[in-house]
């Protein structure tokens, strides 16, 4: 019962986008019955038309071995010259009853000796094939009609040397198989009930097939309406659970990115209270005392001011990352310049390096022209170059190499600063990672830096590599295609 | 509407999935099958108007063969002549007839009043191989014997009349004496007579028909009289009496009964004839047949308990009272 209203179920469900004619049931059901029960068709017409030809070949025989032995008989007992031999006449005229036919005896001057028609007796037989029978050397021929099939048989002597005459049967053929001959319909019942056996056997195979489908569409659909944290669990054959191992494998992911997300949502608000906590305990201090000094409250509002300007750094990086976030359709791409966009930020950045006493170096191999987003690149060289300098020991250096072959380019940015260990390398890419929290609030930044660089060049589908020894500096190569390369839309 | 939708797709499914196949299936056993078995034609012969022909043999002389010949008007004595020479010609190679001392086979005819014509070869004359003869003597009588005033040919070698290899005289001759029903092509015809009985346009009584059918000979008699009865009457006096559709499975004579097998049409009488018409039209036309004096029907292989209301397990004899006019 169970089967059945599965298989009746998926029948009756089948509908929707691609119509019935694309459901992988009725697909495997057509295909099940094209290949078991046409040949079965096939087989059972052939066997029925082999049978006649079978009946043909042993009526051929049987008639031929009557014939010899009527012309034996016939030399043996000299019918030839004296038919008036009963047995002998009745032999006959029951073999040509038995085989709808006719037997004619003719002696070696044509004249009939014996007719089972009763009627041409005396008369003389001048037909080539008979004429040919008494003349040649062969002792019997075979002639196949339409309806009916010839035996000319040579009665020889007793030596077998010369030809007394011959024994002419005609006989019809077998008919045609029709449909209501016991033959045609014992094949059609046998072969209705082998079609009927492999129709069942078809019927419950294919929803045997196609039922873990069903189930797996079932199981996601009570998945997307339950939690996401439930695995999903499906079982039947080789295919499905392939797609079940993909899906949960897909599960895995979101639920790593919810989890990213929620960890992201909680890192926001602390990043953002934190200078507001700080501008609070400021204030608070300053509220409700009499008589304190100008320059505390000078520096306590010089603290204020810091954590404000802090407060919207950490905001206006938020903002970039956010948009970044969004698809690539806010690429803004032209043909730029990179050595001209790295000296512009270069120049920018002087102004820091010299306070730090660092040296920076450029160092060009080709002009590069390339098809990117400014702003984005920017970001992304500002930054890198940024933390080069920022991250460096005093009177350092900071070298930026800018170098393209025919399909890339590559720009490197190399200090000898502090360096980032091993373990954290994996993780600096990662929105608010800090390797050294309390050095990090130091020299500021929000911990957003490097996840900004990596999205930026991502969205023009480049790469972003770190190498290099804590303590001794960092290397860090971006790549990105000279050719934007846009997001193929499905 | 959840409902009509999920009809429409099981039969537009089934139908799609199943009635290709189950298609393909009746036609193939179709495209092998007959209901009825190929029903035996009577090849008549046209015969062509007016025009003679020349019977001769073929180059290995296995055969008799015939062309269209022109014969000229004049007696019969003068067109047998006429024939004689051709035949002769044409018969025997230059080189048989130098062997004989009259150079000519034929060396004398005679017709007779009743239109019997003796032939006589030369004393000298001797058969060279027997099958030669024999289709010799086919190609002259069947050529003489189309002259209206030729009825019979008779052969002699010298006074003696022909013999047979057994001693037995050959006798007197017709072209109806020689036959050629085997093998299928052949411009072969033979004429039977035979008698049958239909019913009349009441439906109550018999009458006889006297046929003279031209056929190639392959059907028996009795089997010819059958078709004729089931191929119904030519005269507008009389109707067919055997229901439409009947199929002549069998029909053998064995000690004197002939037993008649039909199939099941046969048992749906025409409404317009009698019972007794039906089935003596049947017996009186085969017990014609000198061989024949009861008639056993069958249906499909076996006997049937009743035809409407006659017995119809056992023979029939014939039965006259039911012919019309009969003396």
């Known amino acids: 019962m169970y089967i059945r209203n599965g298989e009746w179920g998926i029948i009756l469900s089948i509908k929707r986008r691609s119509g019935k004619a694309n459901s992988l049931h009725v697909q495997v059901i057509f295909a099940l019955v094209l290949a078991c029960i046409i040949p079965l068709a096939v087989v059972a017409v052939l066997f029925v038309n082999s049978y006649r030809e079978q009946v043909k070949q042993e009526r051929l025989s049987k008639v031929q071995e009557l014939c010899a032995d009527f012309a034996n008989r016939i030399q043996n007992t000299g019918y030839l010259n004296n038919a008036a031999q009963a047995e002998l006449s009745a032999a006959m005229d029951t073999a040509s009853q038995i085989y709808d036919g006719r037997i004619i005896v003719v002696n070696s001057e044509l004249q009939i000796v014996k007719d089972t028609f009763k009627r041409e007796e005396g008369r003389t037989m001048i037909s080539e094939e008979v004429v040919r029978s008494l003349l040649d050397k062969t002792v019997s021929y075979q002639y196949f009609y339409e309806d009916t099939t010839e035996i000319i048989y040579q009665i020889r002597d007793a030596l077998g040397k010369t030809v007394l005459g011959s024994v002419i049967f005609t006989y019809e053929n077998p008919k045609q198989v029709g449909l209501t001959d016991d033959i045609s319909r014992n094949s059609l019942l046998l072969t209705s009930f082998f079609v009927g056996l492999a129709l069942c056997a078809i019927l419950i195979a294919a929803a045997k097939m196609a039922f873990p489908f069903k189930k797996l569409a079932f199981s996601l659909r009570q998945l997307a309406e339950g939690d996401l944290e439930e695995k999903l669990e499906v079982s039947g054959n080789y295919e499905v659970e392939e797609i079940v191992d993909s899906v949960n494998y897909m599960l895995d992911d979101m639920r790593n990115t919810e989890q990213r997300r929620q960890e992201f949502v909680s890192n926001v608000s602390h990043e953002l209270k934190t200078p507001l906590t700080s501008m609070k305990v400021l204030a608070e201090s300053l509220v409700g005392q009499q008589g304190i000094p100008e320059e505390l409250y000078q520096e306590f509002l010089h603290d204020i001011n810091s954590e404000i300007d802090r407060e919207n750094e950490i905001i206006t990086d938020l903002l970039n990352i956010v948009k970044l976030d969004r698809k690539e359709g806010d690429m803004q791409i032209a043909q730029v310049s990179i050595n001209e966009l790295l000296e512009i930020i270069m120049r920018r950045l002087r102004p820091i390096a010299k306070e730090r006493n660092v040296e920076m170096v450029f160092e060009s191999f080709r002009n590069v022209l390339a098809e990117v987003d400014e702003v984005k690149m920017s970001l992304v060289f500002t930054n890198l170059i940024e933390n080069a300098i920022k991250y460096n020991k005093e009177g350092g250096m900071v070298k930026v190499s800018l170098n393209a072959d025919h399909r890339y380019f590559y720009v490197r940015v190399e200090d000898t600063g502090i360096g980032i260990p091993e373990e954290a390398k994996k993780y600096i890419f990662d929105r608010f990672y800090r390797v050294d929290k309390a050095r990090s609030r130091a020299t500021g930044g929000t911990g957003l830096g490097l996840a900004i660089t990596k999205s930026a060049v991502m969205m023009h589908k480049g790469n972003i590599k770190v190498s290099g020894k804590e303590g001794e500096g960092s290397v860090f190569v971006v790549r990105i295609p000279l050719n934007f390369i846009p997001e193929y839309k499905e | ?327």
């Open chain 2, 1 to 327: 509407m959840q409902k009509g939708r999920q009809k429409n797709s099981i039969g537009y499914v089934w139908s799609r999935i199943f009635l290709l196949p189950l298609l393909m299936l009746l036609l193939l056993l179709f495209a092998c099958a007959e209901e009825a078995p190929p029903v035996r034609e009577l090849i008549t012969v046209e015969l062509p108007e007016g025009s003679t022909k020349l019977y001769y043999l073929n180059e290995e002389r296995t055969k008799v063969i015939s062309e269209n010949y022109e014969i000229s008007r004049g007696t019969v004595e003068e067109q047998v002549a006429e024939l004689l020479t051709e035949l002769e010609a044409v018969l025997w190679t230059d080189a048989e007839k130098a062997v004989l001392t009259d150079k000519n086979p034929i060396y004398e005819y005679k017709i007779d009043s009743a239109g019997l014509l003796s032939l006589r070869f030369s004393s000298d004359y001797s058969a060279s191989s027997l099958i030669t003869e024999v289709l010799r003597r086919a190609a002259i009588v069947k050529t003489l014997c189309q002259l209206d005033k030729v009825t019979a040919v008779e052969f002699f070698i010298g006074t003696q009349p022909l013999l047979t290899s057994s001693g037995k005289p050959v006798g007197v001759l017709t072209a109806e004496d020689f036959i050629d029903t085997t093998g299928e092509n052949s411009e072969f015809y033979q004429e039977a007579k035979v008698s049958v009985y239909f019913a009349n346009l009441e439906g109550d009584a018999l009458l006889e028909s006297n046929l003279k059918i031209t056929y190639d000979g392959s059907l028996s008699t009795e089997r010819l009289i059958l078709q004729q009865l089931m191929d119904g009457p030519i005269m507008d006096d009389r109707q067919a009496v055997i229901p439409e559709g009947t199929v002549l499975n069998k029909v053998t004579i064995r000690d004197g009964i002939c037993y008649v097998d039909f199939n099941e049409k046969f048992m749906e009488k025409r409404k317009e004839i009698s019972a007794e018409a039906a089935i003596y039209s049947v017996v009186n036309s085969l017990t014609e047949l000198s061989n024949v004096y009861r008639v056993q029907f069958l249906i499909n292989g076996s006997t049937r308990k009743t035809y409407y209301n006659l017995d119809f397990s056992s023979t029939f004899e014939r039965n006259l009272e039911i012919v019309e006019g009969e003396q």
